[in-house]
């Protein structure tokens, strides 16, 4: 465990730490009176209010948009059900900078709704709270279609044969099984969207602020670090708070239910209700998912000969000191770095917590979970402020971006992993140990094989999510070396069409690059392998 240990101690809470102590100590002396001042301020606390506001209807859209679904691919059985749910589930591992232009090419200015109703939503909070639900509508089929694939459906019918109507049955039986993992969806939902950047960046203009694009306008824009830092420390506390309550719904989701193998479970659609419910299920995934991908790819080929793909390919724009498409390789390669990071530190966490147990265990496990919810502005500015001087004076180095990217991939390891790992059988580890197999040969006589295919998906999973972190990287990217989130953003912050199109066409390599990753650990994925 002293190497997850080490760099969470290093790489995530030193420099949250070091913001926090650079905004509200100086001169050596706490100023914690500013925590009043700062949230006794309106303008910040209409920021709380609408954080979380925003937060809790984008939970409830979701959940009920996306339980229908949840319910399809759990119970029916139909032709392009394995490709349906990759493609449903594209959304979550694309850049949140992504959906934000995706959305943008659909329902702003020029967009499609523009174009054929003259409708505009951006800069409305509608557009915000559509693509949440865009990007959290996997969350909740996988979470929730996964358990309910598997909850024993000899149960509802025995109490529709004992006189129970259909809905009857389904609250009294169904729903009470259903209910940690709705619950924990929820939380989930609820955990992205109240910590939303990019996509309330994008389509939120300067009506909209959440409490993440409020740390970055008073750090990047403002330079008022005590604010940060306050800010900072009101979302540690609410993350911590539903990373608790989460914990607290999976432990019951683990422990109180008996489960069946979920292929037994699924079924052809009967009678017109079941394939009416089917039908509207994937008319909801053709207008919520794959028509703004699908405007996205066409704003992106506006331009004859694939004009705006050319133009990536110059630097005449002036915004990078580089040509645009330079962004795609340096994306490529920070993502690996990060993902080997990952691995490495997320392997051994999730061993250090199979074979361990205990209070200070299970704290550590929340931890984990910790970078995907505290601002990851606060972090990347951290990197530039506590990283700057020896024996870590990294502001200059190359591994600056992939160490912060791995930040966000090391839980989505131990998630995938820490559930196979437990089920292996610990005789055989001991039987090993006996023959005198030291700890590292055990891993890898005996850990290793039966983990593979969960350690191939991690790797999935880490190397999409690395490729899409935007928050941290907007601070340490260097001009000379972008990743794709950061060139896209920066495109959609200039004018002019030749801006607006490009971005679209680093978007669209993007979603395919992050694609093609999903698609490849879909293949690998097995029913029991990881958490999603």
Known sequence: MAVPVVFFGVFFAYPVAAIVVR????????????????????????????????????TALTLAIALPGAYVFARFDFRGKELLRAV?????????????????ALVGRGGLFDELWGVRLDTTVW??????????????????GGLWSQLDPRQEEAARMLGASPFAAWRKVTLPALAPAVAAAALMVFLFTFTSFG???????????????????????????????????????????ILAVHAWTVRRRETALRLV????????????GQWALLGVVLVTVVVLILLPLG????????????????ALTSDESGIFL??????????????????????LVGGLAATALTRRAGRLVRGFDALLMLPLGVSAVTVGFGFLIALDEPPLDLRSSWILVPLAQALVGVPFVVRTMLPVLRAVDERLREAAAVLGASPWRVWREVDLPLVRRALL????????????????????????????????????????????GQAMALSTILMVVCAVALLVLERLRTDRTGEF
């Not at 449903?88 to 943008?104: D, E, H, K, M, R």
């Not at 865009?134 to 979470?143: E, P």
Request: aromatic fraction near 10%.
């Open 23 to 58: 905004g509200l100590k100086a001169d050596g002396t706490w100023h914690l009176g500013r925590i009043g001042e700062v949230l006794g301020d309106a303008g910040i606390r209409h920021v709380l209010w609408f954080t979380t506001w925003q937060a809790l209807v984008s």
């Open 88 to 104: 449903v589930t594209v959304p979550f591992v694309l850049p949140t900078v992504v959906v934000g232009t995706a959305f943008l």
């Open 127 to 144: 557009a915000i709270l559509l693509a949440h639900v865009f990007f959290n509508y996997a969350v909740v089929v996988r979470t929730v």
């Open 199 to 241: 996509v309330v960046q994008i389509l939120g203009g300067p009506t909209f602020s959440t409490l993440e694009v409020e740390i970055y306008r008073q750090t990047s824009e403002i330079f008022d670090l005590s604010t940060a830092a306050v800010l900072t420390l009101v979302q540690f506390a609410a993350v911590g708070l």
């Open 261 to 272: 193998d979920a292929s037994l479970t699924a079924r052809r659609p009967r009678g017109a």
């Open 295 to 310: 405007v996205l790819v066409e704003r992106s080929l506006d331009a004859p000969g694939f004009g705006y793909y050319k």
């Open 322 to 343: 580089v040509p645009p498409i330079e962004a795609v390789g340096n994306s490529l390669r920070y993502a690996a770095a990060a993902t080997a990071i990952a691995l």
């Open 457 to 500: 998906v991690a790797a999935g999973f880490a190397f999409a999510v690395s490729l899409g972190e935007f928050g941290a990287t907007v601070f340490i990217a260097r001009a000379d070396n972008p990743t794709l989130p950061v060139a896209v953003a920066r495109l959609l912050g200039r004018p002019g069409e030749l801006n607006y």
